[in-house]
């Protein structure tokens, strides 16, 4: 079905589609693109990077990279995306207006015309097989318990009515959708993101705690993905919502953050008493603790033994979207 899906696309994103006439694609009315400031924790923390909001007619993408941007518009991951390093690197602020009559469902779309036209992409599919990870249940089942059936206040709210706003994270980023509320110490809240309410504080090895109330196995598998540079693949067989907890390693939030502010991430280097003018601990990252792995990725296959799972090497067949040509910076405003 996903691929079925991702061959429509390209076959609507070229104009052909079994021998019709090319049918137009939707496109902004216009669109002004910004090189965004420069990275900050304080950004982060406050949910303004690798997001996008749709009010009305206006479309608003904040400190986005051409990666985040070709996730959208292809309506895949960014593990599915091949092409430049650099694409992942800089970072962009887009306002546009849709054109009278358009959908906010038809701004992936809108966005792929917006690549083509200031970007100059031209891309094509194919598959490939890539090396994955399943995750699956380990032995004595798993260790974490459900949520509560009651409803959680805190989870997203219907945006279907006029004039509201609908917010979404890009290129993977979970925590880009929901409202952060950070201390100085580092420990944290976010509200109304798709797995509920999460907690956020240190562990004993300098890196984040992440306590999920409402998480299914495919966000845990997707969310993975981001740590081990491989799609994880959910074979749990589990359904429903849990609590988990999970223990990121400090290098592997090094490496997540990087991944959020691209090449200009560290520009200001990696002071030991904090980052970014941030105090020591969680929010200064201030590094690991005495004895902590120096593996991060040995770290996260610990973390998810901690949960009664496992991560299982395997190979898989993934749909890709291969860049054959696209510009560092796009046709001026």
């Not at 400090?250 to 991430?265: D, K, P, R, Y």
């Amino acid at each position: 079905m996903k691929s079925c899906r991702l061959s429509a696309i390209l076959a609507f994103a070229t104009g052909s589609l079994l021998g019709q006439e090319p049918v137009a694609r939707p496109a902004f009315e216009v669109a002004v693109i910004k090189p965004a400031g420069p990275f900050s924790l304080d950004k982060m923390f406050s949910g303004q990077i690798h997001t996008g909001s749709i009010k009305g007619a206006e479309a608003t993408f904040q400190f986005v990279s051409l990666t985040d941007l070709l996730t959208y518009a292809y309506r895949v991951k960014p593990y599915q995306i091949s092409g430049p390093t650099w694409m992942r690197d800089g970072r962009w602020d887009i306002n546009a207006k849709l054109p009278e009559g358009g959908s906010a469902a038809s701004v992936p779309e809108m966005m792929l015309s917006l690549l083509e036209d200031r970007f100059k992409l031209a891309a094509h599919q194919e598959s490939r097989e890539n090396p994955a990870y399943e995750l699956v249940v380990d032995k004595g089942g798993p260790k974490f318990k459900p949520s509560p059936p009651e409803n959680d206040s805190t989870e997203p709210k219907s945006t279907t009515s006029a004039g509201a706003t609908s917010s979404f994270s890009l290129g993977g980023f979970s925590g880009g959708q929901g409202n952060m509320n950070f201390g100085s110490d580092g420990r944290g809240v976010i509200t109304g993101g798709p797995n509920g309410t999460t907690r956020v504080s240190q562990n004993p090895n300098g890196g984040m705690r992440l306590e999920m109330s409402k998480m299914t196995m495919a966000s845990l598998a997707e969310m993975l993905t981001q740590f081990v540079e491989r799609p994880v693949i959910d074979g749990t067989g589990i359904a429903g919502k849990y609590q988990i907890g999970l223990d990121l390693p400090f290098g592997s939030m090094l490496q997540v953050i990087q991944n959020l502010g691209g090449n200009g991430a560290f520009q200001s280097g990696f002071p030991g008493g904090g980052f970014g003018g941030v105090p020591a601990g969680l929010g200064g990252l201030g590094g690991p603790a005495a004895g902590a792995t120096s593996d991060p990725t040995a770290s996260i296959f610990q973390a998810v033994q901690q949960l009664g799972l496992k991560l299982r090497s395997r190979k898989a067949a993934v749909d890709m979207i291969v860049i054959d040509h696209l510009e560092k910076t796009p046709v001026e405003n």
